[in-house]
């Protein structure tokens, strides 16, 4: 039956959502070689790593920490506001003038008549797997340095009764104006929010390299992400659909997601087959991976793994790339029993990751954190575009994984994936990317979210059913006389479709 459904899907093809559907996407002729330059961004996971060593005292830290973090950037925030000028750089200017910001920020467990400002960690006061959070569980959690790690209730009647929105999550940190009468509940006036990273820019000497002679066309990028086999039998049609239609419009950039083969695959979880899972990879999966490559002159491949794969034994999140291991010949000899070292132009990136394209900052990660994080929202007020605020939180809270705790069933390395600051951890985002790539269960689409092209490209194979992939075209840029300094605006300059399978 399930074979049956996808052998007659309809209307392949068909655009299920459009992004500036004004701005051609016709594509380069099949002679003209790829135009993209794909690169690593540091501080990715690029190794294998042991984990399930976390300690709860690391793990606390970590927490304690992301608040300071927030904490410190909203304080300046409000103290450049309410006095209208910025800190000096001198070194004893800049300690003397982050000290009086923090201390705008008042102690959560005091008891205030009038508006204070405090900083803290949304959190649920109920413990359970099945429990969820709601108004009456919500808590807000300071850190030891700001208010000895204590907790308070929050109650945000005042912001219903002014009719303004909130959407909040357990691990997001917030800002708010508050009385706290009793120093045990925050009645909430306002809701403050960080702002978010600062955008890439690249100067016209580099983007006039970049787009000079053959290259100076528009980039095509594909986006896809597994299942890629028939729930049921080790069936490999819908991988095998999607090869054939790159062969015959081949892009520049084609970003593979997992799971490639799932763990939780009939055929894998009881045991009815006698081959290995990198042994089916490398006869079903490999062979159409160079047939990818070979499509288009230096066509770019990415490899994207998933918490799912099975082919991999790093299950946690962060996680390195497909055959990455502990030691380099540990590496290459698993990448030789998955044959991908016989696929060339091939990049094998770690989950999450960002990566930069030509001049293009791309993030993307196969956690449906979308989808999670609606769900475990409170929220008032009119609903926008849901998605679209699920993006918007991700760049806010600096993080691929903002929610804590993690879904249920989850596995999230906290020593790694809590990371924030200086340190670089590898779920920390760094800069607003141009081009953020999520798929998730909510709704496929493409939107431009506070100058971020976000993309749920959804999935290629839906409930055993028909699903859908993501073509993206960008434009070159119209690059001025001398030497300035641009954004990117990569949501002015682009086309994205949705497309059937």
Do not use: W
Request: proline fraction near 8%; charge should be negative; hydrophobic fraction near 35%.
């Amino acid at each position: 039956m399930e074979t049956t459904g996808f052998t007659d899907r309809i209307n392949s093809g068909e655009a299920m959502d459009e992004f500036n559907p004004q701005i051609p996407k016709d594509l380069p002729a099949l002679d003209l070689p790829s135009a993209c330059a794909v690169a690593l961004v540091p501080g990715q996971q690029t190794q294998g790593y042991r984990y399930m060593y976390e300690k709860l005292t690391e793990k606390g830290d970590l927490l304690n920490d992301r608040i300071n973090y927030f904490a410190r950037l909203m304080a300046l925030d409000r103290m450049q506001l309410l006095e209208g000028a910025e800190m000096d750089e001198k070194p004893e200017e800049v300690m003397d003038y982050e000290k009086r910001a923090l201390s705008l920020i008042a102690p959560l467990m005091q008891p205030r008549q009038d508006l204070g400002f405090y900083v803290g960690r949304v959190c649920c006061d109920a413990l359970g797997d099945d429990i969820s959070m709601n108004e009456m569980s919500l808590v807000l959690e300071t850190s030891r340095e700001l208010g000895g790690g204590g907790r308070v209730s929050l109650n945000l009647e005042p912001l219903r009764q002014q009719n303004i929105s909130y959407s909040l999550f357990p691990g997001q940190v917030i800002g708010v104006e508050a009385t706290n009468p009793s120093g045990t509940c925050l009645n909430v006036s306002n809701v403050y929010l960080p702002e978010s990273l600062p955008v890439p820019t690249s100067n016209t000497a580099d983007l006039k390299q970049i787009y000079s002679g053959d290259t100076n066309r528009p980039v095509h990028i594909v986006t896809v992400a597994g299942p890629y086999v028939l729930p049921s039998v080790l069936d490999f049609e819908p991988l095998e659909a999607f090869v054939r239609t790159m062969e015959s419009n081949p892009p520049d950039v084609i970003i593979m997601l997992g799971p490639f083969i799932d763990i939780e695959h009939e055929s894998i979880e009881q045991g009815l087959t006698e081959q290995s899972p990198e042994e089916i990879f490398k006869q079903h999966i490999t062979p159409r991976l160079q047939r990818l490559s070979q499509s288009r002159q230096c066509l770019s491949l990415v490899l994207i793994p998933s918490n799912q794969d099975a082919i991999t034994e790093y299950v946690a999140f962060p996680q390195p790339p497909i055959g990455a291991g502990l030691s380099p010949q540990e590496s290459v000899e698993k990448l030789v029993e998955l044959g991908l070292d016989r696929v060339p132009n091939l990049f094998l990136f770690p989950n999450p990751v960002q990566f930069t394209i030509n001049e293009l900052v791309c993030a993307t990660s196969t956690l449906d954190i979308l989808f999670h994080m609606n769900r475990n929202r409170v929220h008032y007020g009119k609903d926008e575009d849901l998605i679209a605020q699920q993006f918007e939180n991700m760049m806010q809270q600096r993080s691929f994984c903002p929610l804590y705790p993690p879904a249920n069933g989850f596995h999230f390395d906290s020593s790694r994936a809590l990371l924030l600051g200086e340190e670089n951890g590898p779920c920390q985002l760094l800069v607003k990317p141009d081009l953020m790539i999520v798929p998730s269960r909510l709704k496929q689409s493409a939107r431009a979210v506070g100058g971020t092209l976000c993309v749920n490209p959804g999935y290629l194979l839906k409930h055993g059913k028909q699903g859908t992939y993501s073509r993206i075209v960008v434009h070159p840029f119209e690059l001025p006389e001398g030497d300035d300094v641009l954004e990117h605006s990569l949501t002015e300059r682009s086309n994205v479709q949705v497309l059937k399978i």
